[in-house]
C-alpha cells in the first residue's frame, strides 16, 4: 500500500509556531514519526507539505492512479477549503484528516471542517499519535475491504 501523507500550510513551522498548542518538535521530527509510522506496517510512504491551497489540490490530484490512500492535515484549509473537499471527492481514495491540536477545545471557527466529509474518520488533538493512527486505520482496516 502507499501513503500519501499532506500537510498543509505553516506545519512546516512545527517546533517555532505556537509551541503550547503545537508542541517543542519541528516538522522534520514528524516527517521522520511518519516515515516511520508507514514502515511499522509495511506501507510506502510519500510526505507533501504546502502553504498553498491550489498546490495541495494539485498533489490530491497526482495521487489519482499512483496513491492508495490518503493522510491529511489540511491546517488553516480545514476550515476554509471547498477546493480541497472537492479534490478528495473527485480521487475518491480511502482519506483519513489528522489535527494535531484539538479543536473542539479552540475558537469557533475551527469547529467547522469542510473536509471531512470527504474523509473516512478525523483524528484530532493527539499529537504526532493521530498520524500513526491514521496510517493504521487506512492500512490495517481498509486493507479488509
Ligand atoms: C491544525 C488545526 C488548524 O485549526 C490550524 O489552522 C493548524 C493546525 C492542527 O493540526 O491542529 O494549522 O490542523
Known amino acids: 500500500m502507499k501513503i500519501l501523507v499532506i500537510n498543509g ?4 513551522m512545527l517546533g517555532i509556531r505556537e509551541k503550547e498548542i503545537y508542541g517543542e518538535k519541528s516538522y522534520a521530527e514528524l516527517c521522520a514519526f511518519i516515515d ?12 507533501y507539505q504546502s502553504n498553498h491551497e491550489g498546490a495541495i ?9 499512483s496513491e492508495d490512500a490518503i493522510v491529511i492535515n489540511p491546517a488553516a484549509y480545514t476550515h476554509t477549503s471547498v477546493a480541497i473537499l472537492d479534490a478528495l471527492r473527485a480521487v475518491a481514495l480511502p ?34 499519535e493521530g498520524y500513526r493512527e491514521a496510517i493504521r486505520f487506512l492500512t490495517r482496516e481498509k486493507k479488509k475491504d
Open 36 to 47: 516511520a509510522c508507514c514502515a511499522e506496517e509495511s506501507a510506502a510512504c510519500e510526505i
Open 57 to 65: 489540490v494539485d498533489r490530491i490530484q497526482q495521487a489519482y492512479g
Open 95 to 128: 482519506a483519513v484528516e489528522v489535527h494535531l491540536s484539538r479543536l473542539s477545545g479552540r475558537e469557533s471557527f475551527r469547529q467547522i471542517s469542510y473536509i471531512s466529509p470527504a474523509c473516512e474518520k478525523t483524528i484530532e488533538g493527539k499529537g504526532f
Open 9 to 12: 500550510p505553516n506545519l512546516n
